[in-house]
């Protein structure tokens, strides 16, 4: 299985971003998909999470409210979509996908990974 993370770039406060995270491989509808960031200096923390058949999403408390994951199995892509951003914001996000939706906010329940793309709010 292979993930490529796309869609970042830089924004204003306020503004918005969709990610995109296509993922290769057949069974690709059986995986949870969790997205990840890592800032400067700092470790790579939960961003948002969805099971495999979409009818379960998880998010954590910094983005609740301003993010929405989503996933279109027929097109092998999960979605991030960002409004209302904010400096803390930037970071490199990550896709990772998981054979168990367990504790899906833990990244060490993921088995693989994307190279990550860049998300930068500055005015």
């Known amino acids: 299985v292979q993930l490529q993370a796309s869609g970042g770039g830089l924004v204003r406060p306020g503004g918005s971003l969709r990610l995109s995270c296509a993922v290769s491989?057949?069974?690709?509808?059986?995986?949870?998909v969790g997205w990840f960031r890592q800032a400067p200096g700092k470790e790579r923390e939960f961003v948002a999470a969805i099971s495999w058949t979409g009818g379960s999403t998880y998010y954590a408390d910094s983005v609740k409210g301003r993010f929405t994951i989503s996933r279109v199995n027929a097109k092998n892509t999960v979605y991030l979509l960002m409004n209302s951003l904010k400096p803390e914001d930037t970071a490199v996000y990550f896709c990772?996908?998981?054979?168990?939706?367990?504790?899906?906010?833990?990244?060490?329940?993921?088995?693989?990974w994307g190279q990550g793309t860049q998300v930068t709010v500055s005015s």
């Open positions: 491989g057949r069974t690709f509808s059986r995986y949870a």
């Open positions: 990772a996908a998981a054979q168990v939706a367990e504790r899906l906010t833990d990244e060490a329940r993921y088995d693989y």
